[in-house]
T-cell receptor, first 113, second 110 residues
Framework: QKEVEQNSGPLSVPEGAIASLNCTYS??????FFWYRQYSGKSPELIMS????GDKEDGRFTAQLNKASQYVSLLIRDSQPSDSATYLC?????????????FGKGTKLSVIP | DGGITQSPKYLFRKEGQNVTLSCEQN?????MYWYRQDPGQGLRLIYY???????QKGDIAEGYSVSREKKESFPLTVTSAQKNPTAFYLC?????????FGPGTRLTVL
């Protein structure tokens, strides 16, 4: 089983709608999770970090962590065309002694005007 | 301005050549990383370094080499032994578990 899995999409939502991006992970011991946004041709940008069960909100973005079910999600409210990008989920790498992360392959989001 | 810089932005290599990609950070981060990204693929770890003068192989280190002589710098050399080096190369740094990325270098083999 891959350590971090994401649906590759593409996920298409109309402008103004809520986009929901999901990620599952295999290591029950993982304590921290990260969402990165990557525009086409650009490098990943860290947009959310979450360390405890429940929701964490930052502007239009909400990260949700459910450790019992081993999934983490990212909700984008009032989606804008500028949110169109690939979103990468990351978690600490199992068994690594350093701050290594393992990344999902990403979900491509398209927001339709 | 704190951040991570990578140069060059684009790099073209002929068969049999070694090329070196630069990565510099002024965030005072201890750890630095090199990833490779191919179309439709996730990020794959090439090398990482937790402290100066120490570095470890990642998942795809064959054909690559690195050095870490200064905290701020972590250059990556793509050697002629790397058979398929055309890719987007990303450098990252971290103090703890949040990693921050540089703008990347796109390497093309001619």
């Amino acid at each position: 089983q891959k350590e971090v899995e994401q649906n590759s999409g593409p996920l298409s939502v109309p402008e103004g709608a809520i986009a929901s991006l999901n990620c599952t992970y295999s290591d029950r011991g993982s304590q921290s999770f990260f969402w990165y946004r990557q525009y086409s041709g650009k490098s990943p940008e860290l947009i959310m970090s979450i360390y405890s069960n429940g929701d964490k909100e930052d502007g239009r973005f909400t990260a949700q962590l459910n450790k019992a079910s081993q999934y983490v999600s990212l909700l984008i409210r009032d989606s804008q065309p500028s949110d169109s990008a690939t979103y990468l989920c990351a978690a600490p790498r199992r068994g690594a002694g350093s701050y290594q992360l393992t990344f999902g392959k990403g979900t491509k989001l398209s927001v339709i005007p | 301005d704190g951040g991570i810089t990578q140069s060059p932005k684009y790099l073209f290599r002929k068969e049999g050549q070694n090329v070196t990609l630069s990565c510099e950070q002024n965030l005072n981060h201890d750890a630095m990383y090199w990833y490779r990204q191919d179309p439709g693929q996730g990020l794959r770890l090439i090398y990482y370094s937790q402290i100066v003068n120490d570095f470890q192989k990642g998942d795809i280190a064959e054909g690559y080499s690195v050095s870490r002589e200064k905290k701020e710098s972590f250059p990556l050399t793509v050697t002629s032994a790397q058979k398929n080096p055309t890719a987007f190369y990303l450098c990252a740094s971290s103090m703890f578990d949040e990693q921050f990325f540089g703008p990347g270098t796109r390497l093309t083999v001619l």
